[in-house]
């Protein structure tokens, strides 16, 4: 995938009110948002450092959701994130490659995200817009039509 920068690491965790007061609390993180997710039968809290652009995303699934599994000390991270200027196109260049998207997409045409796995199996969260940016026309251009 072309052009691509590591965003945040996603973790699973057993009770989402005691790991943001973990992190808040001893860690000094604070709550960039939290919120309910229909799809995936869970809930989500981005968290960010008090001097750093790194993100902690905690991720809880309530049981049977197909995302919840057993959990194990150690065992859990969720995914990796990776950010993207043009979605559409790092999934063509996925497809290409043999990659399968494992979900997705999901979001809207300026903040979307598709989920792949590594070869180990490990869920890789890809986001960026669906669509390329166009730079805007500048006025110079414009003038001489």
Do not use: C
Not at 21 to 46: I, P, Q
Not at 60 to 68: D, F, I, N, T, V
Not at 124 to 129: C, S, T
């Amino acid at each position: 995938m072309s052009a691509s920068s590591f965003t945040y690491t996603g973790i699973r965790v057993r009770d989402l009110d005691r790991s943001i007061d973990f992190h808040t609390k001893v860690l000094g993180m604070r709550l960039v948002f939290r919120m309910r997710l229909r799809k995936t039968h869970g809930e989500v809290a981005l968290l960010q450092g008090p001097r750093t652009r790194q993100r902690l995303e905690l991720n809880w699934y309530e049981p049977g959701s197909r995302y919840a599994t057993p959990f194990r000390v150690g065992e859990g991270l969720d995914h990796l994130a990776f950010r993207t200027g043009d979605l559409k196109k790092a999934v063509r260049e996925f497809r290409r490659a043999g990659i399968r998207v494992v979900d997705g997409p999901h979001g809207n045409p300026h903040a979307a995200w598709v989920y792949i796995r590594d070869p180990d199996g490990l869920w890789l969260e890809i986001n960026g817009p669906l669509t390329k940016r166009r730079r805007p026309t500048s006025p110079a251009r414009v003038a001489r039509g």
